[in-house]
């Protein structure tokens, strides 16, 4: 499909998500929009590509080795079983702010050995500032977003068929996503 003036691919056939990933991934690079978020985010993992790429992937893979995994997961069970006492029948939940706290005490604790909640104002901040400046870039083109319709690729199996954007129950500018706590106990 075509995006202002660039040609977009989707790939949804999972053996060839997995040639662009793994396969031949030195093949190909991130979209000019990730090379364009470089300019909030730096030069991270997210979006950084060949050699540096591979060096800063590289530094994080002991973080992911199984030794280390099942710790995290019982850190995250944790985290979330202490969250869930704490909530009572019928109460509104935030779900926004509970999941930017959550994952900062589940990161904090699971991968740095650091508590992190204490920063959460920083981070929350920060990450609104982040999707207000996408949705300030991305604002001209919502209209045409929302009529791209996506073609399968011959033997995909895929539908055709997209929902619209328009469809969903919420919008920027909605206000953070709540919800209420039912408990069982």
């Known amino acids: 499909m075509r995006f202002l003036r660039h040609h977009v691919y989707m790939v949804s ?12 991934n030195r093949k190909f690079m991130k979209g000019q929009a ?13 979006t950084s590509d ?3 790429h591979r060096r800063q992937r590289k530094l994080l893979q002991p973080v992911f080795h199984p030794v280390h ?17 704490k ?28 508590d992190l909640v204490p920063h959460l104002r920083t981070f929350a901040d920060a990450s609104e500032a982040a999707v207000a400046m996408v949705e300030k870039v ?17 033997g995909s ?3 055709g068929r997209s929902s619209s954007p328009s469809s969903t129950t919420s919008s920027p500018g909605d206000g ?6 039912t408990s069982s106990r």
């Not at 056939?13 to 031949?24: A, G, H, K, W």
């Not at 991305?138 to 011959?154: F, I, K, N």
């Not at 953070?176 to 706590?181: F, N």
């Open 13 to 24: 056939d999972p053996e060839r998500i997995f040639d662009v990933l793994v396969t031949d």
């Open 34 to 46: 990730t090379q364009e978020a470089k300019r909030l985010l730096g030069e991270g993992l997210f």
């Open 50 to 52: 060949g050699d540096l």
């Open 69 to 85: 995994l099942h710790r995290q997961g019982e850190i995250a069970v944790e985290c979330a079983g202490r969250l869930g006492r």
């Open 87 to 114: 909530w009572a029948d019928g109460e509104t939940i935030d779900v926004g702010d509970t999941m930017r706290r959550v994952t900062l005490e589940i990161l904090g604790k699971a991968i740095l050995d650091y």
């Open 138 to 154: 991305l604002r001209p083109w919502a209209p045409r977003l929302r009529s791209c319709r996506c073609r399968p690729h011959a």
């Open 157 to 159: 199996g895929a539908t």
């Open 176 to 181: 953070p996503p709540s919800a209420t706590a």
